[in-house]
């Protein structure tokens, strides 16, 4: 299957601070990538879907000023967390796919993100 | 109603045993279906994906795809301790799009 890669793998930061993570797509390209996001024992909750040169659309509840999503090339997709709280520490993952015709997803590795 | 419904379990099988995970949707018109294995503290996996009814099977795996009944059900044959794990289904409901939903995921203890 198509391989995706995150980095950093794990993160810890002061609050207020801000935090990119890198999504790339290694072996193909990728016009649309997902963030998503996962705390301890709980289920995937995607948060935006990441498009090659436009803006990224965001679900219902997920501030984009908070959550800055960028997808500059068809191979790259960064996610910001701004001004970084305690409560957005969490599992974060992206997912890419080639598309048609069976659009399956992988996922990179995930970053775990810590705030102080 | 969620777009796409497990049971959570847990669900408990003993080693050799056959584990049965459930899966139902809600959009008729959905396309392609997913079964994910999630370790704990990683992320998902792909395990296999199915688009027609039937069966499909690969090596240990198989999904079945009822379109008719909305459901799709991943069947674990001599479960094995390592196949310990979270399971996720997931939906693309779209043809020419690739936004998935995901089901919670069901949790899968195989005892030794």
């Known amino acids: 299957g198509a391989v995706v890669s995150q980095h950093p793998s794990w993160v810890i930061c002061k609050s207020g601070t801000s935090v990119k993570i890198e999504c790339r797509s290694l072996?193909?390209?990728?016009?649309?990538m997902f963030w998503y996001r996962q705390f301890p024992k709980q289920s995937l909750m995607l948060m935006a879907t990441?498009?090659?040169?436009?803006?990224?659309?965001?679900e219902q509840g997920v501030e984009k000023d908070k959550f800055l999503i960028n997808h500059a090339s068809l191979t790259l997709s960064t996610l910001t967390v701004t001004s970084a709280h305690p409560e957005d520490s969490s599992f974060y993952i992206c997912?890419?796919?080639?598309?048609?015709?069976?659009?399956?997803?992988?996922f990179g590795p995930g970053t775990r993100l810590t705030v102080l | 109603q969620k777009e796409v419904e497990q049971n959570s379990g847990p669900l408990s099988v003993p080693e050799g045993a056959i584990a049965s995970l459930n899966c139902t949707y809600s959009?008729?018109?959905?396309?392609?279906f997913f079964w994910y294995r999630q370790y704990s503290g990683k992320s998902p996996e792909l395990i296999m994906f199915?688009?027609?009814?039937g069966d499909k099977e690969d090596g240990r795996f198989t999904a079945q795809l009822n379109k008719a009944s909305q459901y799709v059900s991943l069947l674990i044959r001599d479960s094995q301790p390592s196949d310990s794990a979270t399971y996720l289904c997931?939906?693309?409901?779209?043809?020419?799009?690739?936004?998935?939903?995901f089901g919670t995921g069901t949790s899968l203890t195989v005892i030794p």
């Open positions: 072996d193909f390209q990728a016009t649309t």
């Open positions: 990441s498009n090659e040169g436009s803006k990224a659309t965001y």
């Open positions: 199915i688009y027609s009814n």
């Open positions: 959009d008729r018109g959905s396309q392609s």
């Open positions: 997931a939906v693309n409901p779209s043809r020419t799009g690739n936004q998935f939903y």
């Open positions: 997912s890419a796919g080639e598309g048609y015709p069976h659009n399956e997803q992988f």
